[in-house]
């Protein structure tokens, strides 16, 4: 597999607004109707893939392998929040991610998402048991 060249300072930004499907009481993780912190981790998530995406080539992908998640601040329904993610650290095929997901000027997480670049197929196969 070769690998795609990635340099820290790579960065893309995703957008939510914050739905009923979003909140902590419907995730599971708490009983307030606020954006939940299984979404905020999510959300940054989906930001560190958009950052590799248009430099990612066929074959390879990546997969999230850990994640650390201060979150600050409670976000109500019908805000929205962006997430900025910015690659921090390349290790050969591990990526460091730094996060930041605001609503407007407010810093409401931060988000560390450590992913590995891999062979996508031998990854699917490996996880379906071929």
């Known amino acids: 597999m070769e ?3 990635f340099s820290p300072g790579l960065s893309a930004r995703v957008e939510l607004t ?3 499907a979003d909140t902590a009481q419907a ?6 109707p606020v954006l939940g912190t299984p979404r905020v ?4 998530e989906a930001a560190t893939v958009a950052a590799t995406a248009r430099q990612m080539p066929g074959g390879v992908t990546t997969v999230g392998v850990r994640a650390e998640v201060e979150h600050r601040a409670p976000t109500p329904l019908g805000r929205r929040v962006t997430a900025l993610a910015t690659l921090t ?5 591990r990526l460091v ?3 930041a997901v605001r609503d407007g000027e407010e810093l409401v997480a931060e988000v560390r998402v450590e992913r590995m670049l891999l062979d996508r197929q031998r990854f699917i196969a490996k996880a ?3």
């Open 41 to 44: 981790l999510a959300l940054a």
């Open 27 to 32: 995730l599971g993780s708490g009983d307030v």
């Open 3 to 5: 690998l795609p060249e």
């Open 97 to 99: 991610f730094e996060v």
């Open 18 to 20: 914050v739905t009923d």
């Open 128 to 130: 379906i048991g071929d």
């Open 89 to 93: 650290k390349v290790d050969g095929r």
